[in-house]
């Protein structure tokens, strides 16, 4: 494991077990286990049972290879832990009790859960706060969440409080890629952060000319995805071009180049910097909406359940160290 990995795995697996102590739950969902490394933590290091959950057969497959050779480090003669399963299977609140059936077969109707994901991926954080609100399995959470350009409708807005307020809140995608930026982190970055600049003031000198050819709309940026590193502007231009299946000659290499120097002549770039460290430095703020929004579904939740259970509640804090893991606010829930 990375550096980074070492100390979210570390962090949030002594979590997740204070959490379980508290309730006396020995039992954790692991949604999104990709290779498995809090999953491992939790069995191995805690001795929880584990039921690793991964879409991905190609990430069940490598979390099981790591089992094997975890196990051998530890001596043991057998190929997988006792405590720990890896599945390949989708969890919603409809199937959640036949897929616990399958792969926990000694499970009682009453045994409780705790359902966690590390870092998980745009709508799967709120489909674990989903199963936390629907599902009588499950009566804990304890999630980092992630890749909050990946949301959809579906994931974002998730309170009653922030959908009535759909007049005054958009997210559309360029909002939700901002909310993955830390500004915090530039100064670090040093010449990653230049080189990123660079690649979004290519795509606006692009977008620009997309635009003068009725390609484009100037409120609908072209997606291109992830394209190679240019350094400079007329190979980007047609790297952009065959990724959005267009002409080769829709904007020429002359065209391209006399485009760029115009726009330096006229000191864009320095207009461009001015508009790129403004905007970044609303990324918190947009960030902030999204992690609030998932505090009051998950509070509303536990208020709805109306119990006396002293350990119920919801609440959000930073859990990893911000230069190490921009991504850091955890949420834990009880009901």
């Not at 990123?196 to 940026?221: H, T």
């Not at 002409?247 to 207009?271: F, R, S």
């Not at 460290?277 to 359940?305: F, H, K, M, T």
């Amino acid at each position: 494991m990375s550096d980074k990995k070492i100390h979210e795995v570390e962090l949030m697996s002594h979590l997740i077990k204070t959490v379980c102590d508290e309730r006396s739950i020995n039992s954790v969902i692991d949604l999104g286990s990709g290779q498995g490394y809090l999953s491992r933590a939790l069995a191995f290091d805690y001795g929880l049972e584990v039921l690793a959950v991964d879409m991905c057969e190609i990430q069940t497959t490598g979390a099981l290879k790591y089992d094997k050779k975890a196990m051998k480090s530890l001596k043991e003669e057998a190929e997988e832990h006792p405590n720990l399963k890896h599945v390949t299977e989708k969890i919603t609140p409809e199937n959640i009790s036949q897929v616990i059936a399958r792969w926990s077969p000694d499970s009682s109707q009453d045994k409780r859960w705790l359902v966690t994901g590390l870092h998980t991926c745009g709508d799967l954080s709120p489909m674990i706060f989903n199963l936390f609100a629907e599902s009588k399995e499950v009566s804990c959470v304890v999630n980092v969440g992630c890749c909050y350009n990946a949301l959809t409708t579906a994931g974002f807005p998730m309170s009653q409080y922030l959908k009535k307020k759909d007049d005054l809140i958009k997210f559309g995608s360029t909002a939700k890629v901002l909310s993955c930026h830390t500004p915090s982190r530039w100064v670090d970055e040093g010449e990653q952060c230049i080189k990123a600049f660079d690649n979004y003031y290519f795509r606006a000198l692009l977008q620009e000319m997309l635009v003068e050819r009725r390609l484009s709309d100037i409120n609908d940026p072209p997606r291109l995805g992830r394209i190679k590193q240019n350094k400079e502007f007329v190979p980007f231009v047609k790297a952009s071009l065959k990724r959005l299946k267009l002409p080769e000659d829709t904007i020429t290499a002359e065209e391209a180049e006399l485009h760029y120097l115009k726009c330096k002549e006229n000191q864009v770039d320095k207009q461009f910097i001015t508009l790129w460290i403004l905007r970044g430095l609303l990324a918190p703020i947009v960030e902030s909406i999204i992690l609030v929004d998932r505090w009051i579904y998950l509070n509303d939740c536990v208020q709805q359940q109306n119990n006396n259970n002293e350990n119920s509640g919801a609440w959000m804090y930073p859990l990893f160290d911000l230069s190490a893991s921009p991504r850091n606010v955890v949420y834990v829930a009880s009901k």
